[in-house]
């Protein structure tokens, strides 16, 4: 399932009534991703404010979903990502996915997580006491992402 | 054709969307940003290092030799940092 929304979710909540009561489920692995409000050597964050393309990114993370469904014996995902501005402390996005074993939902969630970063359209705006400024995008990231390529046959 | 802009980009260019008729001989995607850049300094500037303008049409990502048609959704943004 994907959700993308503004409002605060409950990880404890979301990630309780996931996969409940399914007997095929042998694990669950997850990812949440906070605002980080401090980093040394620079102003305290004062907000973080996500700016997202509303159906490009619905479409892009259902197309992520369904690479890792292919590529992994996954019995559920779930992936939240919230946009709107946001709190040091405030979860940003959640991934969960189950499995009957713990090695399918170890790799694809992080798999999930390398994809969503480069390829679903949000933009972080950072928020200190000196003013607004976008986020650049990591190369990092990207090569994060590019290690689960499949080489070409 | 409807253009759409976000995060730096938008604020570059000072709007989010907008509809566009460009002349009938602009016909892919590297010739449309190279035509945008045309039209006013806060485009040139948004689009002044091309190398990190993301673009997507009818919402999927395609390169600089892709084809844009009337009719089209064309959104130009800066790489993705969400997550």
Same mark, same amino acid.
């Given at each position: 399932?994907?959700? +993308?929304?503004? /409002? ?18 042998? %694990? #669950? %692995? ?8 401090? +980093? /040394? ?10 700016? *997202? ?27 939240? *990502? ?11 996005? =959640? +991934?969960? #996915?189950?499995?009957? *074993?713990?090695? /399918? ?10 994809? =969503? ?14 003013? %607004?400024?976008? #986020? ?8 994060? /992402? ?8 | ?83």
């Amino acid at each position: 399932m994907i959700r +993308v929304e503004e /409002a605060r979710f409950d990880v404890g909540a979301e990630l309780g009534a996931f996969g409940a009561g399914d007997a095929r489920m042998g %694990a #669950v %692995a997850s990812f949440v991703g906070y605002v980080r409000g401090a +980093v /040394a050597g620079t102003p305290p964050l004062v907000a973080l404010t996500l700016e *997202h393309y509303p159906g490009m990114t619905e479409r892009q993370l259902a197309a992520i979903e369904a690479e890792a469904r292919a590529r992994w014996p996954l019995i559920d995902t779930l992936v939240i *990502h919230r946009y709107g501005r946001m709190l040091p402390g405030e979860p940003i996005v =959640l +991934v969960a #996915v189950s499995s009957a *074993h713990r090695q /399918a939902a170890f790799e694809a969630c992080q798999f999930l997580m390398d994809w =969503l970063k480069t390829k679903a359209p949000f933009w972080k705006l950072e928020e200190t006491a000196s003013g %607004a400024q976008w #986020v650049e995008a990591k190369a990092s990231d990207d090569t994060a /992402a590019d290690r689960w390529q499949k080489s070409a046959s | 054709m409807k253009l759409r802009y976000f995060a730096w980009l938008r604020t570059r260019i000072g709007r989010g969307e907008e509809t566009l008729d460009p002349p009938a001989e602009i016909a892919t995607v590297a010739a449309l940003v190279a035509w945008l850049k045309t039209l006013g300094p806060g485009y040139a500037a948004a689009l002044a290092d091309t190398r990190l303008v993301r673009v997507a049409v009818n919402q999927d990502y395609v390169g600089p030799d892709h084809p844009v048609r009337p009719g089209d959704e064309i959104a130009l943004f800066p790489p993705v940092t969400g997550g």
